[in-house]
């Protein structure tokens, strides 16, 4: 499901080698065996992977973590730039 977001700068700078921790790529099998087990059983809520469990269960308390720690420096300002299309034109009025 990742193919799309590594062919362009932005989803390299945002999400290559993300193996461990809070952003860590998990294998559509795991998530989808997840899915149907939390369905199965009922789930009030079904997070993949379970480690992340606790920062599910509490939005409130997480979220500041996230916001402050998950994406510090300027990573989201490069990731948009990144995104930019380039222009293709002289006339070209896209903002930059």
Do not use: H, Y
């Not at 559509?28 to 997840?34: H, I, S, T, W, Y």
């Not at 990573?75 to 995104?83: E, Q």
């Amino acid at each position: 499901m990742m193919d799309e977001v590594f062919e362009g700068p932005a989803g390299i700078l945002l999400w290559a080698g993300n193996t461990e921790g809070m952003w860590k790529m998990v294998p559509l099998d795991a998530v989808v065996a997840e899915a149907v087990g939390g369905i199965e059983r009922r789930a009030a809520q079904i997070v993949v992977p379970r480690s992340l469990l606790p920062a599910a269960k509490a939005p409130g308390f997480a979220r500041p973590f996230v916001e402050r720690f998950g994406f510090c420096g300027d990573t989201i300002p490069r990731v948009v730039a990144a995104a930019r299309p380039p222009a293709t034109r002289t006339g070209d009025r896209r903002q930059p």
